[in-house]
């Protein structure tokens, strides 16, 4: 499945990336993306989705402010999705193929 937004306009999930040194002193960095509850336009194909931070809201993410109202299901009437081929699922197709609409016949 793809989802994305029906505008075509990229969007941001609510990550967080951290920089440490593990016990060796090997600086690693990390990063994570936080998920939500779904909305009702997801909630059929997963029980959790990333936190997408609206474009108006983007300043106040990075500044720290307000994460709790930030972090809710993204609006569900601005979204769109279609069936993929299996491609996506092996992390080394990197081809425009993982994002094509599957179609019948």
Not at 3 to 29: I, T, Y
Not at 70 to 99: F, I, K
Request: aromatic share 8%; charged share 25%; glycine share 6%.
């Amino acid at each position: 499945m793809y989802l994305r937004l029906k505008s075509g306009d990229p969007f941001m999930f609510a990550g967080l990336w951290d920089q440490w040194h593990g016990p060796n002193g090997e600086e690693l960095r990390s990063c994570t993306i936080i998920t939500t509850s779904p909305n009702t336009f997801v909630q059929d194909i997963h029980d959790r989705m990333p936190a997408i931070i609206p474009p108006d809201k983007y300043k106040d993410w990075l500044e720290g402010l307000d994460p709790e109202q930030l972090l809710q299901p993204y609006p569900p009437e601005e979204m769109e999705a279609h069936l993929v081929s299996r491609t996506v699922n092996n992390p080394r197709n990197e081809t425009a193929t993982c994002v094509e609409a599957l179609t019948d016949g």
